[in-house]
């Protein structure tokens, strides 16, 4: 289990999160509120799921704009396409922007798979394996982080096992 844990508040950018992420080296991360306690789990599956769902814009801006610059020396007046291009160029920067600005709180996984920190790692892998998660925070009685175990930490505590027999 790792005790210092990186979390983050549901009012929280999601720049600072893909930020914390790309840096760390890290994939998720618990979402705590102003009591410490687990109330969500944000990862980086989140935020590309956010980008997929609102990405279509792209696509077609590029190809409305390739088509257009393809003819626009034939045609000297700027035509309802190129204007359309334009118009969703714009929806495409407020898309990022958006992205950017966006908040945990509007993407992160509420209710997440927890564990408290008197459960046994039998029981622990098992839950990770049936609910299919790569992260469970490890929580007190009141709800309160203490933890995290990942896929990682038990990978590398099976190969400390290994190393020592």
Known sequence: MTFKVISFRPSDKLSKVAETFAK??????????????????????DIIELIKSKSGIKERTEEIFAETLQFFHIYPVVSIEFRRTMRELDQEEKFWKEIEDGK?????????LTVSENE?????????????????????EEGKLVGI????????SISQGVEEN
């Open 120 to 140: 046994g790692i039998d029981k622990l892998i098992g839950l990770m394996v049936e609910k299919g998660v790569n992260r469970v925070p490890v929580i007190t």
């Open 104 to 112: 945990v709180e509007d993407i992160m996984t509420k209710k997440p």
């Open 24 to 45: 760390l080296g890290i994939s998720g991360a618990p979402v705590v509120d102003d009591h410490n306690k687990v109330i969500g789990v944000i990862s980086e599956r």
């Open 149 to 156: 175990v990942t896929r990682a930490d038990i990978i590398k």
